[in-house]
């Protein structure tokens, strides 16, 4: 039966595991804007945007 | 050959700004192949453009902010390093963190165009936006960039930053909110797993032959469950002490009771008698309570209910000292100061006019926003706002001791934090604990003697009426009705402070309206021209000449008359506060009041309607007469609110529209005119003296006194991010026909708050049953008291939707 009690211990320290975190995200501000990360995710990133600048510049240019 | 300049407005042929998605009226200006509606929008699309920022278009559709009614700021005096420390959040002296308040945030691309800025502003390090409290936190470099330069920049594309210098408390506010995170993920996780830990206990599995096993289950359960007890239920031990202390019982007192009562004879069970305890039930318990105070914590917060006047006043004056402008903080204005009002700001003291053409609008004060004309030597009062050209005006008050805001220093403004403290006394719940508390002392105690012969016994039936008794249905219901509500009203754009105000909005019998911008609509009015029939030629004059003014009443007059096409004018001269002179095509036109058209007649004394006289050629056409309009559904708002309330209006302006306002409002109903801001605080006051509870609907910063001193303030708003005075409540003008909807649906959930209490009453006394046999076992505690908790939750969240539903409201 001792075998239950390490089981028990180890399921605690994991679900600990979890508080811990949770706590973490808390603290560092996860909770206090649930919006605009949502949408930030979303956004290109700045190098494809810029590269997609270029090329049409260069698609331009061959056109002349 | 005759210049003729036609406006393209034919419906099917519709252009729509690229850049703020306006439809395009007067101007249409090409670039890119673009179609803008104002120099303004072209200026902003060059800049991103120019940066490549233009990604900004592709996100959402004209996201721009429009820039017709865009006004240059003079941001000098950001460079005042008093000032500029008030703003800023921390530097170090080369960088340097600043948080600044953006209304006019509204869609993703002006998150993105904001996280952008460095590239618009290489001294900006990073800026992030949070959205819903529409702030934007910038870190910049303080030797590349400064202060004044970012705000310039955040206003030159369209997002004027709302500078303001008595907004440090929000900080305390994010504390208390993570704070109540931390609790429920605790209590949380510690309700979970004393939960599995006492499976066995629930499903009566035999352990015999491994005791300790039981043990050892229920001594975990005791650690898991301190941090419930010490931590997260010690809101409730010092909400209870504190109403204690001042001698009143609020509802947290019987919790508090109930929840260490638990803990108690937990602890007691399983160290003395080897018994599993009821640690599932308190952590349980403790959950739940904090998930409802969560659910009541809703709180708008791009919506401030604490401004006063300082909000809308400047932060920063111009004045002139030995011939010298400079920029001062507005708080070191002092009496004798020659400032300079440009035009649209705002004169932040009674003042002597000095020199320049005053042209005040009032509308902050009297809500009435037809410029008045002044000249020099006058007294301008503070909460004018300067339409035209400069002026130089001479402070003869302090900021705080001026006309208006003198009102702030009336104690219906000090009573602040009392008054919150106050509004928790009079809630349904704390009522109803002060007696509860009391019989269910008396009853435990009546319970222990019972059983006085065993001691055993004796404690467990005084400690089970306790524990059955705490009145957590009650306190879940509230904060679950009151919460569910307050989320109903926020999405028919009526936004409440917080729950208490529902309670007190239902407790109302007296109703006093605002007049203008409250009922009536702020930026229309209907026009009416009264005497000869005028011709289109005619019309199209009338349109021409007032096209060029930006006076209200030339706007109203413009906006009546149906005619496209616009002629150029020869000639133009505006005399504030007389009218509008023009020459069109040879014709001489006159537009103004009836002294100015005619010099022979006198101003008619008596005569209180706004009319706007016309000559053409010399001879008197006739005049328009331009009145309020009024917000639709108001007739049947009156109407249906009359039966059981006692209403009344009181309006800053003067008769003109009494025979109108009595045809809305009967001959029962008050009416009073001319009102100062100070007459509207005093009459509420005398209302309240009689014993009434009185609503007060208002709008402007007039109104300021009656809505603090009101029992609930609610402020009626065109665009709930603009600036309202200190209220309960912010309301959509949209909804004001659904103000007698507001009013009955907070009756209702106050009547649901009573029923549900009645349904755990019945629970409670099941539950008196078992526990006066000293009969209670874990088992029916785990069983009964989650399940009157969910009952009560359930049952507050769904009727309150069915009644809502019932109403429209959703």
């Not at chain 2, 618009?120 to 934007?136: E, R, T, W």
């Not at chain 2, 219901?477 to 989320?487: E, V, Y």
């Not at chain 2, 289109?536 to 008359?561: C, W």
């Given at each position: 039966m001792s075998v239950i009690v390490v089981l028990i211990c180890a399921?605690?320290?994991?679900?600990?595991?979890?508080?811990?975190?949770?706590?973490?995200?808390?603290?560092?501000?996860?909770?206090?804007?649930?919006?605009?990360?949502?949408?930030?995710?979303?956004?290109?990133?700045?190098?494809?945007?810029?590269?997609?600048?270029?090329?049409?510049?260069?698609?331009?240019?061959?056109?002349? | 050959?005759?210049?003729?300049?036609?406006?393209?407005?034919?419906?099917?042929?519709?252009?729509?700004?690229?850049?703020?998605?306006?439809?395009?009226?007067?101007?249409?200006?090409?670039?890119?192949?673009?179609?803008?509606?104002?120099?303004?929008?072209?200026?902003?699309?060059?800049?991103?453009?120019?940066?490549?920022?233009?990604?900004?278009?592709?996100?959402?559709?004209?996201?721009?902010?429009?820039?017709?009614?865009?006004?240059?700021?003079?941001?000098?005096?950001?460079?005042?390093?008093?000032?500029?420390?008030?703003?800023?959040?921390?530097?170090?002296?080369?960088?340097?963190?600043?948080?600044?308040?953006?209304?006019?945030?509204?869609?993703?691309?002006?998150?993105?165009?904001?996280?952008?800025?460095?590239?618009?502003?290489?001294?900006?390090?990073?800026?992030?936006?949070?959205?819903?409290?529409?702030?934007?936190?910038?870190?910049?470099?303080?030797?590349?960039?400064?202060?004044?330069?970012?705000?310039?920049?955040?206003?030159?594309?369209?997002?004027?930053?709302?500078?303001?210098?008595?907004?440090?408390?929000?900080?305390?506010?994010?504390?208390?909110?993570?704070?109540?995170?931390?609790?429920?993920?605790?209590?949380?996780?510690?309700?979970?797993?004393?939960?599995?830990?006492?499976?066995?206990?629930?499903?009566?599995?035999?352990v015999?032959g491994h005791e300790e096993l039981k043990r050892i289950f229920?001594?975990?359960?005791?650690?898991?469950?301190?941090?419930?007890?010490?931590?997260?239920?010690?809101?409730?031990?010092?909400?209870?002490?504190?109403?204690?202390?001042?001698?009143?019982?609020?509802?947290?007192?019987?919790?508090?009771?109930?929840?260490?009562?638990?803990?108690?004879?937990?602890?007691?069970?399983?160290?003395?008698?080897?018994?599993?305890?009821?640690?599932?039930?308190?952590?349980?318990?403790?959950?739940?309570?904090?998930?409802?105070?969560?659910?009541?914590?809703?709180?708008?917060?791009?919506?401030?209910?604490?401004?006063?006047?300082?909000?809308?006043?400047?932060?920063?004056?111009?004045?002139?000292?030995?011939?010298?402008?400079?920029?001062?903080?507005?708080?070191?204005?002092?009496?004798?100061?020659?400032?300079?009002?440009?035009?649209?700001?705002?004169?932040?003291?009674?003042?002597?006019?000095?020199?320049?053409?005053?042209?005040?609008?009032?509308?902050?004060?009297?809500?009435?926003?037809?410029?008045?004309?002044?000249?020099?030597?006058?007294?301008?009062?503070?909460?004018?706002?300067?339409?035209?050209?400069?002026?130089?005006?001479?402070?003869?008050?302090?900021?705080?001791?001026?006309?208006?805001?003198?009102?702030?220093?009336?104690?219906?403004?000090?009573?602040?934090?009392?008054?919150?403290?106050?509004?928790?006394?009079?809630?349904?719940?704390?009522?109803?604990?002060?007696?509860?508390?009391?019989?269910?002392?008396?009853?435990?105690?009546?319970?222990?003697?019972?059983?006085?012969?065993?001691?055993?016994?004796?404690?467990?039936?005084?400690?089970?009426?306790?524990?059955?008794?705490?009145?957590?249905?009650?306190?879940?219901?509230?904060?679950?009705?009151?919460?569910?509500?307050?989320?109903?009203?926020?999405?028919?754009?009526?936004?409440?402070?917080?729950?208490?105000?529902?309670?007190?909005?239902?407790?109302?019998?007296?109703?006093?309206?605002?007049?203008?911008?409250?009922?009536?609509?702020?930026?229309?009015?209907?026009?009416?021209?009264?005497?000869?029939?005028?011709?289109?030629?005619?019309?199209?004059?009338?349109?021409?000449?007032?096209?060029?003014?930006?006076?209200?009443?030339?706007?109203?007059?413009?906006?009546?008359?149906?005619?496209?096409?616009?002629?150029?004018?020869?000639?133009?001269?505006?005399?504030?506060?007389?009218?509008?002179?023009?020459?069109?095509?040879?014709?001489?036109?006159?537009?103004?009041?009836?002294?100015?058209?005619?010099?022979?007649?006198?101003?008619?004394?008596?005569?209180?309607?706004?009319?706007?006289?016309?000559?053409?050629?010399?001879?008197?056409?006739?005049?328009?007469?331009?009145?309020?309009?009024?917000?639709?559904?108001?007739?049947?708002?009156?109407?249906?609110?009359?039966?059981?309330?006692?209403?009344?209006?009181?309006?800053?302006?003067?008769?003109?529209?009494?025979?109108?306002?009595?045809?809305?409002?009967?001959?029962?109903?008050?009416?009073?005119?001319?009102?100062?801001?100070?007459?509207?605080?005093?009459?509420?006051?005398?209302?309240?003296?009689?014993?009434?509870?009185?609503?007060?609907?208002?709008?402007?910063?007039?109104?300021?006194?009656?809505?603090?001193?009101?029992?609930?303030?609610?402020?009626?708003?065109?665009?709930?991010?603009?600036?309202?005075?200190?209220?309960?409540?912010?309301?959509?003008?949209?909804?004001?026909?659904?103000?007698?909807?507001?009013?009955?649906?907070?009756?209702?959930?106050?009547?649901?708050?009573?029923?549900?209490?009645?349904?755990?009453?019945?629970?409670?006394?099941?539950?008196?049953?078992?526990?006066?046999?000293?009969?209670?076992?874990?088992?029916?505690?785990?069983?009964?008291?989650?399940?009157?908790?969910?009952?009560?939750?359930?049952?507050?969240?769904?009727?309150?939707?069915?009644?809502?539903?019932?109403?429209?409201?959703?």
């Amino acid at each position: 039966m001792s075998v239950i009690v390490v089981l028990i211990c180890a399921s605690l320290l994991v679900a600990t595991g979890f508080l811990i975190a949770y706590l973490w995200a808390v603290k560092h501000g996860q909770y206090d804007d649930k919006y605009t990360p949502s949408v930030r995710i979303l956004f290109d990133d700045e190098k494809k945007s810029e590269d997609r600048n270029k090329k049409s510049v260069v698609k331009n240019n061959s056109d002349f | 050959m005759e210049q003729l300049e036609v406006l393209e407005r034919k419906t099917e042929t519709k252009l729509y700004c690229f850049h703020c998605g306006d439809e395009c009226q007067d101007e249409i200006i090409h670039i890119d192949e673009k179609i803008f509606c104002c120099n303004g929008c072209k200026t902003v699309y060059e800049i991103l453009n120019n940066s490549n920022l233009c990604n900004y278009y592709s996100i959402d559709e004209s996201p721009g902010i429009t820039r017709k009614h865009y006004i240059q700021r003079n941001y000098d005096f950001l460079n005042d390093n008093d000032l500029k420390l008030k703003l800023i959040d921390f530097s170090n002296g080369q960088r340097t963190q600043l948080t600044l308040d953006i209304p006019q945030m509204h869609c993703s691309s002006c998150i993105w165009i904001l996280e952008n800025l460095y590239k618009l502003n290489h001294g900006i390090i990073s800026s992030k936006v949070n959205f819903l409290q529409k702030k934007i936190f910038i870190s910049y470099q303080e030797e590349k960039t400064s202060l004044k330069d970012i705000v310039e920049l955040l206003d030159s594309i369209g997002y004027e930053p709302q500078l303001n210098l008595d907004d440090r408390k929000e900080e305390k506010n994010k504390n208390e909110y993570r704070s109540l995170y931390y609790k429920i993920g605790i209590a949380g996780f510690c309700f979970g797993n004393i939960m599995l830990l006492s499976f066995p206990e629930y499903l009566s599995i035999d352990v015999a032959g491994h005791e300790e096993l039981k043990r050892i289950f229920a001594y975990l359960n005791i650690i898991l469950s301190l941090p419930v007890f010490f931590y997260s239920a010690n809101i409730y031990f010092i909400s209870a002490w504190k109403g204690l202390k001042k001698k009143f019982i609020n509802i947290d007192v019987p919790l508090a009771l109930g929840i260490a009562v638990l803990f108690i004879r937990s602890i007691v069970e399983i160290v003395f008698m080897n018994d599993a305890g009821y640690l599932d039930s308190l952590s349980g318990l403790v959950f739940f309570l904090l998930i409802g105070k969560l659910f009541q914590n809703k709180t708008y917060e791009t919506l401030n209910f604490e401004r006063n006047y300082k909000s809308y006043f400047p932060i920063a004056v111009t004045i002139q000292k030995n011939k010298i402008e400079t920029t001062i903080p507005v708080e070191k204005l002092q009496i004798g100061d020659r400032l300079i009002i440009r035009n649209n700001e705002l004169i932040p003291a009674d003042s002597i006019l000095i020199k320049g053409n005053a042209n005040i609008d009032y509308g902050f004060v009297t809500g009435e926003s037809i410029p008045i004309n002044k000249v020099n030597g006058e007294v301008v009062y503070a909460g004018g706002k300067q339409i035209g050209s400069a002026i130089e005006v001479e402070t003869i008050k302090d900021v705080s001791q001026s006309y208006l805001t003198q009102l702030w220093n009336n104690k219906a403004f000090r009573k602040d934090q009392e008054h919150e403290q106050e509004s928790r006394i009079i809630s349904f719940a704390n009522t109803v604990s002060k007696y509860f508390t009391i019989i269910i002392l008396a009853l435990a105690v009546i319970a222990a003697l019972i059983w006085h012969n065993n001691s055993t016994l004796a404690f467990n039936a005084f400690t089970a009426v306790l524990i059955v008794a705490c009145p957590c249905a009650l306190a879940l219901s509230t904060p679950f009705a009151l919460g569910n509500t307050l989320r109903i009203f926020g999405k028919n754009k009526f936004y409440l402070k917080n729950t208490f105000i529902i309670e007190k909005l239902a407790a109302v019998n007296s109703i006093v309206f605002d007049k203008t911008g409250t009922i009536t609509e702020n930026n229309s009015s209907s026009v009416e021209f009264i005497g000869e029939k005028l011709s289109d030629d005619e019309k199209t004059f009338i349109k021409s000449a007032v096209r060029n003014s930006t006076h209200p009443l030339s706007t109203a007059i413009f906006d009546s008359i149906d005619s496209k096409v616009i002629k150029i004018i020869n000639v133009y001269d505006e005399l504030p506060g007389k009218g509008i002179y023009a020459v069109i095509n040879d014709n001489e036109i006159k537009l103004g009041s009836k002294f100015f058209i005619n010099e022979n007649q006198e101003e008619d004394v008596n005569d209180f309607s706004t009319k706007v006289f016309l000559s053409i050629n010399r001879k008197v056409k006739g005049y328009f007469n331009i009145t309020n309009k009024y917000r639709d559904g108001l007739r049947e708002t009156v109407s249906e609110l009359e039966r059981n309330y006692e209403l009344a209006i009181l309006s800053g302006d003067n008769e003109g529209e009494k025979e109108k306002l009595r045809n809305f409002f009967g001959t029962d109903n008050e009416l009073h005119f001319r009102q100062s801001p100070q007459d509207k605080l005093d009459f509420i006051l005398q209302l309240q003296e009689n014993g009434r509870k009185v609503l007060m609907i208002g709008d402007g910063l007039n109104d300021a006194g009656a809505l603090k001193q009101s029992d609930v303030g609610i402020s009626v708003s065109d665009n709930t991010n603009n600036f309202s005075p200190a209220c309960d409540g912010i309301m959509d003008s949209e909804s004001f026909y659904r103000l007698k909807d507001f009013i009955k649906f907070s009756n209702s959930s106050m009547k649901i708050i009573f029923s549900s209490f009645v349904l755990s009453l019945i629970y409670n006394l099941i539950g008196l049953g078992f526990a006066f046999t000293g009969m209670l076992s874990p088992l029916i505690a785990a069983i009964l008291m989650p399940l009157s908790s969910v009952t009560a939750v359930v049952f507050t969240t769904v009727t309150t939707n069915v009644l809502a539903k019932r109403r429209g409201l959703i």
